[in-house]
């Protein structure tokens, strides 16, 4: 028997237009699980009653359970899982095929607009090169240097890396390894922003403090190489939002024409899918710093209990949207909202305390609206709820 | 009496009232209030009622209108169960 599993992160109607594709699709697609993962805002909620409402042939459950009674019943011929079930648990549990469809951010970007934007881009790396990007292996750093690479050449673009304890090992990687399959020159360089006070004492404005830390080690060592102009992959969403850092760039006179040309993170998520390039499916990944509440010191020995547990979380097979947040004693685990049924079984939920008191945490809490973004900033009134 | 002594009087009060009104769901449970934060530590059923999408709704919303950003629930562990109160204690500090 075969699943097909599709992963749809946009609003009911869009999914719609998912299964329209799923019913023309061939035989063997006709058990469906959805997996709804849509991770912001309280539509979530909303979203379980909307496929209710609209259900005829399908059925919907919380877990990859209910496609498997779904199917057992044989009284539909599909499943729509729309909550407690990531697509790796989804495609553990039940399917055996998967193909990821985007289908509903497809609608949300205009093609004509995407391809607009990367030519724009494009043009604006020829009229500047060579290009250093600062480059951390997330999804807009990735998108930024494997795109400098493929318009400029391997003379054109060098990507610079910015070591320090606050930067994830397994983000690390990921950049090297993005690196190397699209044979994009790197500089590693060691940062040492723990060792400023200003930055070490975690005020609101602390990313300023990181950012100067690297660029004032970065851009000398681009330019001193021939690289005249820094680009980072600050993106237009990033505009909207509270970034101390973008201060330190403005500073260093760093470039960031992702946002100067109106890429959003979902232009660059497809974009990337594109090239083929690994990271456009990746949570966004904040430096490790970003889970200590402003007020809280920033020391390397919290930092490496935070990564020792997030990564120790990941190996568990959390693969979304993932933040251990830190509180003293207390680990508040921010999970993808579409995980929080699962991990609050008593089997699961014992596995995941254990893993994140072996970090050296004497507590686990597990919070009940699941990740956000900038989640702390909401925490001590940096911004709203 | 300084400002923070105020708001954590206020936090200490709204962190009662959210037991209350979580005890009337049917959601019983010590709970400790760290700021904007509720920690709910919950008796076993409660830990199953918020398994439930629309228990987990209802207690966001409840704390919400408590006067709380966020709401955890602390996950029990065997290695804490000797130091940690019984937990049908109610546990309020800020």
Not at chain 1, 160 to 189: C, H, K, M, N
């Amino acid at each position: 028997m075969t699943f097909l599993l599709l992963r749809a992160r946009a609003a009911w109607p869009q999914c719609g237009h998912i299964e329209a594709n799923v019913t023309t699709g061939p035989p063997q697609w006709a058990h469906t699980a959805i997996d709804d993962t849509r991770s912001e805002g309280e539509g979530d909620w909303n979203r379980g009653s909307s496929i209710r409402g609209e259900s005829r042939e399908r059925r919907r459950g919380d877990h990859y359970s209910n496609s498997r009674s779904a199917v057992e019943r044989r009284g539909c011929n599909s499943t729509v899982v729309n909550n407690g079930s990531s697509s790796d648990c989804l495609r553990a549990g039940t399917a055996d095929s998967l193909l990821t469809a985007m289908a509903p951010d497809l609608d949300a970007v205009s093609k004509v607009d995407l391809a607009a934007k990367t030519r724009a881009l494009a043009a604006w790396l020829r009229a500047n090169a060579p290009v250093a990007i600062g480059y951390s292996g997330g999804v807009d750093s990735a998108y930024l240097a494997v795109t400098a690479r493929q318009t400029l050449g391997a003379d054109g673009a060098l990507a610079i890396i910015g070591r320090s304890a606050s930067y994830p090992a397994e983000q690390w990687q990921t950049a090297r390894d993005v690196a190397q399959r699209f044979d994009v020159a790197v500089l590693e360089l060691d940062t040492a922003e723990l060792d400023d006070p200003r930055y070490a004492a975690n005020p609101s404005n602390r990313c300023y403090y990181c950012k100067t830390e690297l660029w004032s080690r970065l851009v000398p060592v681009a330019r001193a190489r021939g690289f005249a102009t820094v680009i980072d992959g600050t993106n237009a969403d990033d505009l909207r939002d509270y970034r101390p850092g973008a201060q330190a760039a403005r500073e260093h006179r760093v470039a960031s024409p992702l946002a100067e040309l109106g890429f959003t993170k979902l232009h660059i998520r497809h974009a990337s899918r594109a090239l083929g390039i690994p990271t456009w499916e990746q949570p966004s990944s904040p430096c490790l710093s970003s889970r200590l509440p402003y007020g809280t010191e920033v020391t390397r020995g919290r930092l490496r209990q935070i990564e020792l547990a997030e990564a120790a979380l990941r190996r568990l097979g959390i693969a979304g949207d993932l933040r251990v947040r830190f509180h003293d004693d207390l680990a508040r685990v921010e999970l993808a909202p579409a995980e929080l049924s699962t991990w609050l079984a008593p089997e699961r939920m014992a596995v995941l305390t254990e893993a994140v008191l072996e970090a050296g945490f004497a507590r686990v809490a597990l919070d009940l609206r699941g990740f956000r973004s900038g989640s702390l900033n909401v925490l001590h009134g940096v911004s709203a709820a | 009496m300084t400002p923070n002594d105020v708001r954590g009087d206020r936090s200490a009060r709204n962190g009662v009232a959210l037991a209350a009104a979580l005890a009337m769901r049917g959601i019983e449970c010590a709970l400790e209030v760290r700021g904007a934060l509720a920690l709910l530590l919950p008796k076993p059923e409660g830990v199953a009622a918020l398994q439930v999408d629309e228990n987990r709704r209802a207690v966001l919303a409840l704390a919400k209108e408590h006067g709380f950003t966020h709401v955890a629930i602390e996950l029990p562990s065997e290695r804490r169960r000797s130091s940690t109160p019984p937990p049908d204690a109610p546990v309020l500090r800020d």
